[in-house]
């Protein structure tokens, strides 16, 4: 059995047809999936909980944007892992946004980053649209008691 500490792949459990995710885990891949989705997902599952996780709760030929945003319309509760380079990426803050409009129950996890230090840039890459759309979800979930943690302390 692997250490609490240790990340392993997270086997996604299947869930019954109908039934929807208990926990969708929103999260930049590159900055946190190695460390600490890795863990949350395998504890979320460890204890019952059916968890999406981006490509493993996914197959080959599921339309992708589809699965997400079915995945996030469906779970009952949204864990959000903000980092540093989180809001650079539109399908996180796209998937954010979502949760808001759905008025799903977010969790946010502040890994190496205060929720003050959480800003959406404009600089372009984003219509109007979007930007305002972002923003409103990023206020709400700096608005949430969540956790924070400092990798360089755990």
Known sequence: MAKAT???????????????????????GVDTKKKI??????????????????????????NLVDKIENGIR??????????????????CLRELALMVDCKKKI???????????????DNGDFTAAEVQR???????ARRTIGLTFDPEKE
């Not at 502040?110 to 230090?117: A, G, I, K, L």
Request: glycine share 6%; with cysteine.
């Open 6 to 28: 240790e990340p392993r792949n997270p086997v996604i459990r299947s869930k019954e047809p109908g039934r929807p995710y208990d926990v969708f885990i929103n999260h930049r």
């Open 37 to 62: 989705v890795g863990l949350l997902a395998n504890q979320l599952i460890d204890v019952g909980l059916t968890v999406f996780v981006d490509s493993k709760s996914m197959k080959a030929g599921d």
């Open 74 to 91: 469906d779970c009952k509760v949204g864990v959000v892992v903000f980092s540093r380079r989180y809001c650079e990426s539109r399908a």
């Open 107 to 121: 969790i946010p996890i502040f890994w190496d980053v205060e929720p003050s230090e959480l800003r959406l840039e």
């Open 134 to 140: 972002f923003r409103g979800a990023l206020r709400e």
